[in-house]
Every structure is written in structure tokens, then in C-alpha cells.
């Protein structure tokens, strides 16, 4: 079964996710479909790429498909996992990706989104992170996708309370690039995709490269990186963390008692 479908035309990449049953949830087979079409665009030179859900979705996509997240006493959020694969490849890809939003974006697909190089939202969409909701202890780069989007006071906020941010405020804060009304999000993104497109790709991707490599910038001392990946261990080893996993796949509200 396709879990996303992809499109080139007039060297604008379209991918979509389309796996409504699962509420496009990024298991590791729609991230294996969805870095399968990037691979594939790079390799017939796209020089934009959107990447969006079916017209008129209530959920672009709900993050990780936590049926797939290891049960306990290990990384959940490591090197290898298919959302950091995602990422990486999205910032890397050698021309822009614009994500088009049309309803909620939850998880880690709220930092799949933030990590592409211009978001279109319409009214009603919404972003969400929520790992303070499993008990899940978030990875270095992922904060870094988050503080490069955003300021740090609206990333505590986000972390901190799980609560989604919309649009319209996403917009006032910068977190997106532009609120587009659904009736016309289609057509906007196109042209704005086109406008890409008909510039310069070798300076476009350079400059893409520049300032990612510029946005990573952030010094951190060997002790440093070992205390936050201690402090991650803490999480992933706890009680908490296996009652949100449970509660989640329970479908009830998870109690949490710090240890």
C-alpha cells in the first residue's frame, strides 16, 4: 500500500502524504515512502519541493506512530530512528522544501514541518509538540529544529504545555511564514514555489547549505553534550516513560509520577 504519492512538474516536487486510516502518522514505512521521493527528486534536480497532506485534511499528520517507539531502557529518539533520517534529509535536500498546512500537525511532525525552509498555513491548522505528553525525552537536534524556528520563549511554551499553537498565532510569532485562507492555499503555494523555481538553483542551494550549516553553529563542550544525553537516559529509563506509552496505546490519560 503507497503511503504517499509524488509528482514533478515544471521542476516543482509535490509530495503528499496519504495515509488517513493512521492520520499520516510517520511510522518507518511512510518515512521510508517519503525518503524514497526526496532521493528521487534530488536525483531529477526538483528545485522546490512541497510537501503537504490531502486537500482539506483534519490532520496532516499526528508525529511518530508510537506503536513504533521501543518499550523502555532505550533511545527512543536516537541517530537512527526514521524521524531523524527525515530531518536531516529535508535540511539537506539541495533546494527548498515549503510545507502546506491544512489541519493539525502533532509530535514529531511538528518538527518535520519546522524543518522544512518555508511553511503555508491555513486558518485552523494547528502545531503541537508533545513529548511532555509521553513522557518522551526529546534529542539535541530536535531542540535545535525548534530553537532555529522559533523563539526560545515560545519553544518552552510549546514543550512545556503540549498545547497546540495556531496559525494565526504561529503567524504573529514567526513560527510560519504565511496564513493563506484554505480556498486558495493550493494556488499560492504553487506560485510561490514557481517564483522559486525561476531563480538561480546552484545559488538557491548554496545559500540553503550556508545557512543551515550557520543555524547548527551552536557551541557545546563534550561535558555538556554527555549531561543532556544523561539527563535523556533519566527519562527513557523511567516509570513515566512506560505509562505514557501504555496510556497512549490505552487510550487514556496518562498519570505521571516523576520516576
Not at 31 to 44: C, I, M, P, S, W
Request: aromatic residues 6%; hydrophobic residues 45%; glycine residues 8%.
Amino acid at each position: 500500500m503507497d503511503l504517499i504519492s509524488s509528482t514533478l512538474a515544471d521542476d516543482i516536487g509535490t509530495i503528499t502524504l496519504d495515509h488517513p486510516a493512521k492520520r499520516n502518522a510517520l511510522s518507518a514505512a511512510l518515512v521510508k515512502g517519503l525518503l524514497e521521493a526526496l532521493a528521487d527528486f534530488a536525483q531529477r534536480k526538483a528545485r522546490v519541493v512541497i510537501l503537504r497532506a490531502a486537500s482539506g485534511a483534519k490532520v496532516w499528520s499526528a508525529g511518530h506512530d508510537v506503536g513504533e517507539l521501543p518499550a523502555g531502557r532505550r533511545d527512543p529518539l536516537g541517530w537512527d530512528d526514521p524521524l531523524r533520517h527525515l530531518v536531516r534529509e529535508i535540511e539537506q535536500f539541495p533546494a527548498p522544501v515549503i510545507a502546506m498546512i491544512e489541519g493539525s500537525v502533532w509530535g514529531g511532525a511538528c518538527e518535520t514541518v519546522l524543518a522544512c525552509d518555508l511553511i503555508v498555513a491555513a486558518p485552523g491548522a494547528s502545531f503541537a509538540a508533545t513529548p511532555a505528553k509521553l513522557g518522551v525525552p526529546y534529542n539535541i537536534s530536535g531542540m535545535l529544529t525548534f530553537l532555529n524556528a522559533a523563539d526560545v520563549r515560545i519553544v518552552k511554551e510549546m514543550v512545556f504545555t503540549a498545547r497546540p499553537i495556531t496559525a494565526e498565532r504561529a503567524e504573529q510569532v514567526g513560527l510560519i511564514n504565511y496564513l493563506v485562507p484554505a480556498a486558495e492555499i493550493d494556488a499560492f503555494t504553487l506560485d510561490l514555489a514557481r517564483t522559486i523555481a525561476g531563480n538561480a538553483p546552484l545559488s538557491i542551494a548554496v545559500m540553503k547549505e550556508q545557512l543551515r550549516i550557520l543555524a547548527g553553529a551552536r557551541p557545546m563542550s563534550p561535558q555538556g553534550f554527555e549531561r543532556v544525553q544523561g539527563l535523556r537516559r533519566l527519562v527513557y529509563d523511567s516509570d513515566d516513560y512506560l505509562e505514557g506509552i501504555r496510556a497512549f496505546q490505552e487510550k487514556r490519560k496518562p498519570v505521571f509520577r516523576g520516576r
